[in-house]
């Protein structure tokens, strides 16, 4: 009986080595694995390896591969042959594609792909993907600008990073209007906001020795100019100094020869005219101007008058105020108006009494 047990206990003995014995192959990594499957521990203590199939989700491994329970040599292709596993959804003007040297995904691991946007380069009518690479966006976008908005579109710059170009406007908030440039972008007209009030002075030139002054307004198709004035101070008019203020003829394209005058000083012998303000004229008869400081004449002294007959002879200065006398009548003129007196026909001048 003792001689049939020893047979059996050297074969009880031995099932533990032979099995091992397989299992180094696998992890001592001797021949490795067969492909699609991987180096396995199955024992407990013993620390028994096999080759077990890869994982359904990770069905694939190279042959030869497999250290001590290295699992991770089992992957999954990620392409469309491989069903493309863990893809986002199909996404609109674009698609998905692996990431370069991406076309595994090992155990435990996802398929990383690339978003690629329909018309990339195209900075008008292309699209590229979002800050967090999920969809495709339009490369041209809306943006707005402190006076109005427009649109900016996707480039590269030089350096092959891509961003937005500035704010080109198309419209303006209220109170400015488009100037309008002779370039296009994206078959788009754009240009410059500009206010619907500019300063006269900025618009029109030419206002010769004087001052431009007042506002100008848009009226939606050109500017208005019924406020503006080439205004002279103190400049030289006929006889005489004034401010001047000239309005601007639109239809002639030019300052305006109707102009508002204001009279500051007159010459000798010359006052502002009373019935046409803004001119000066030759002092009436029984009046007198003797300064260039101001516009104003002066009636001559009580019973005296001057001649006043024509523009030669006309009275100067109060020295030519005087009083008529001789038998014949003589027309004298005052600050009441003018009479007849008798004499004889002699002016003695107001100094000469």
Not at 119 to 132: E, I, K, S
């Amino acid at each position: 009986m003792r001689e049939l047990i020893k047979p059996f206990l050297f074969l009880i003995l031995l099932i533990p080595f032979a099995t091992n014995a397989y299992a180094s192959a696998c992890g001592n990594n001797a021949d490795g694995c067969a492909a699609n499957e991987y180096c396995a521990k199955v024992g407990g203590a013993i620390q028994i390896y096999q080759c077990e199939p890869c994982p359904s989700s990770y069905p694939l491994s190279d042959a030869g591969g497999g250290e001590i329970e290295d699992i991770k040599v089992c992957y999954k292709t990620c392409d469309e042959e491989g069903g493309w596993p863990d893809r986002p959804d199909n996404v609109d003007n674009g698609h998905w594609v692996t990431k370069p040297n991406e076309d595994k995904a090992y155990y435990n691991s996802a398929c990383e792909y690339d978003l690629e946007c329909d018309n990339y380069t195209d900075y008008c009518g292309g699209f590229h993907p979002d800050a967090n690479n999920e969809s495709c966006i339009n490369n041209e976008q809306v943006c707005e600008v402190e006076t109005g908005s427009g649109f900016k579109y996707w480039v590269f710059d030089v350096t092959g990073t891509s961003k937005y170009s500035q704010c080109y406007i198309t419209t303006c908030k209220e109170g400015y209007h488009l100037k309008e440039s002779s370039q296009y972008i994206c078959e788009k007209p754009y240009g410059e906001c500009v206010s619907n009030t500019a300063e006269c002075a900025s618009l029109l030139k030419n206002c010769d020795k004087g001052t431009i002054t007042g506002n100008a307004e848009w009226n939606g198709t050109g500017w208005d100019y019924d406020n503006c004035r080439c205004e002279t101070d103190n400049g030289e008019i006929e006889n005489g100094t004034g401010a001047r203020s000239c309005p601007w003829d639109s239809d002639e394209g030019d300052w305006s020869t109707d102009c508002e005058r204001d009279v500051v000083t007159c010459h000798v012998g010359y006052c502002e005219h009373k019935d046409y303000p803004g001119s000066c004229a030759a002092a009436r008869p029984g009046w007198y101007h003797d300064n260039d400081t101001d516009a104003e004449c002066q009636p001559c002294p009580a019973g005296m008058t001057s001649d006043g007959t024509n523009k030669d002879n006309i009275a100067d200065s109060i020295e030519k105020c005087g009083m008529r006398t001789g038998p014949h009548g003589t027309r004298f003129c005052d600050s009441y108006g003018c009479f007849t007196l008798p004499g004889n026909g002699e002016l003695i001048y107001y100094k000469a009494w």
